[in-house]
């Protein structure tokens, strides 16, 4: 394991350029697995989730490579074999084998799947859109000899049953329709990464229509992740100045009214964003799915509330996501939940030591380290790794003063 010792307090000031979405990549490459040909996805990034994610395909026996900001995949020569639990164990997108495996293998075994562990996590939906579709649960796997299309309407809007409910029709017999999606943008990368491999599908609101057809390899360049771009604008507002370059701005505006009612006006030149503080204001916010708030946000937005005027967090979507208060406690942000709210109470700020709760949250300390003047240590940092391209790089470029140590 690793840790990160910070030396906080220091004002941080430059520039970042904002990585390939995360939440964009992982559907991508397990829809690679449908395809029969090579695959040029360019801005991949360079993150846990993303090696784990590809170290599955190679373990089908995908042939990888990466040429500069280009990976290839050539799917063309796969064979089923039971996925390595230490791998789909660490990831929550190790859920997409179930649509991936049973269009390509007809076969998936009911995975322990991972992913950050900061509530119960469902996958009744993912079963329901297989069953669906013609497969079969026969005991620990899950099993289809052919998928035939059908209409799947979701009681919620669920980014995973969503992209695992794409991947199962995109080659099925026929026609899918699907009702009530999640339509973050990582759902319109995969539509369109998909279509570039000779799908048909076509997204009208929450509605998704797909023709099942042979796909080929297929060209995309992942998204902006703004998750990453809303984690560094926070870390300005905390820090010092930070300017950073290719958000995905059309997909933040919820995000960037939280940051104006916090108190923050924005500067815009080319093509980089940059916040400060015109004055400081309680915020209240709510998290739902897409176009709302992004709960991923959530725990990003608690230690800026903390810093600023106090503020109030709802999360409709995770309600149980408030473990990392605990953890930020350690850096003396105090707080108080009940139920699926919290009130982040204006808290004077210091070093302390903890260990990355899950991702979002493990970010949340690591601003507040940043913050906080003194020496800090935030353990289990591959955790925070699994989200953030080039975190060590990014931070030395402010002028953070870190050190990665193993443990
Ligand atoms: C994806 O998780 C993201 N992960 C999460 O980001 C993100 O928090 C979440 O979407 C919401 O935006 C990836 O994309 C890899 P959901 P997912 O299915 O797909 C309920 C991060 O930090 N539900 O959209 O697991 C569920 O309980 C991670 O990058 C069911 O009830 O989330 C939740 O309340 C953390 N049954 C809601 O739907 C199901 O079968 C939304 O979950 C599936 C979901």
Not at 6 to 27: E, F, I, W, Y
Not at 267 to 277: K, V
Request: include cysteine; charge should be neutral; charged fraction near 20%.
């Amino acid at each position: 394991m690793k840790k990160i010792i910070v030396n906080g307090g220091r004002k941080l000031q430059g520039d970042l350029t904002v990585s390939g979405s995360k939440n964009a990549a992982l559907p991508i490459i397990f829809a690679c697995i449908l395809t029969n040909g090579v695959s040029e996805i360019d801005n991949l990034p360079d993150i846990g989730d993303v090696r784990a994610a590809l170290a599955l395909l190679s373990s089908f026996g995908a042939k990888i490579e990466r040429r500069g900001s280009l990976t290839f995949i050539d799917t063309r020569e796969l064979s089923y074999i039971d996925p390595d639990v230490s791998l789909t164990s660490k990831i929550r997108a190790s859920t997409y084998l179930l649509g991936s495996c049973l269009s390509r293998f007809g076969r998936c075994p009911m995975l322990i799947f991972g992913g950050c562990n900061f509530s119960y996590r469902p996958i009744d939906m993912h079963i329901d859109a297989c069953l669906a579709l013609g497969a079969h649960i026969d005991g620990d796997v899950i099993t289809a000899d052919r998928l035939k299309g059908n209409v799947i309407s979701f009681r919620c809007p669920s980014v995973g049953a969503t992209v695992n409910s794409i991947l199962l029709a995109a080659s099925a017999e026929g026609e899918t329709l699907l009702r009530g999606c999640a339509v973050e943008p990582h759902i319109d990368a995969l539509i369109d990464f998909l279509n570039s491999c000779g799908a048909s599908i076509i997204r009208q609101g929450r509605e998704i229509r797909i023709c099942g057809r042979e796909l080929h390899g297929g060209k995309i360049t992942v998204i902006g992740d703004y998750i990453e771009a809303g984690s560094y604008i926070a870390l300005g507002l905390m820090c010092g100045s930070v300017r950073v370059k290719n958000a995905p701005l059309s997909h933040m505006s919820a995000v960037l009214d939280c940051f104006s009612t916090l108190g923050a006006t924005f500067s815009f030149e080319d093509n980089f964003i940059s916040a400060h503080l015109s004055s400081k204001n309680f915020l209240s916010l709510t998290t739902a799915p897409y176009p709302a708030f992004p709960t991923d946000l959530q725990p990003i937005f608690a230690p800026l509330m903390a810093v600023i005027s106090g503020g109030e967090i709802i999360d409709t979507v995770w309600r149980e996501r408030f473990g990392y208060l605990d953890s930020l406690s350690h850096f003396g942000i105090l707080s108080h939940r009940e139920d699926n709210r919290a009130r982040i109470f204006r808290s004077k700020i210091h070093s302390g030591k903890t260990v990355a709760p899950d991702l979002r949250g493990g970010m949340a300390c690591l601003m507040t380290a940043l913050a906080a003047e003194g020496q800090s240590e935030i353990d289990s940092l591959e955790i925070i790794l699994r989200g953030y391209e080039n975190l060590e790089k990014k931070l030395r470029t402010l002028g953070a003063e870190i050190k990665i140590q193993d443990t």
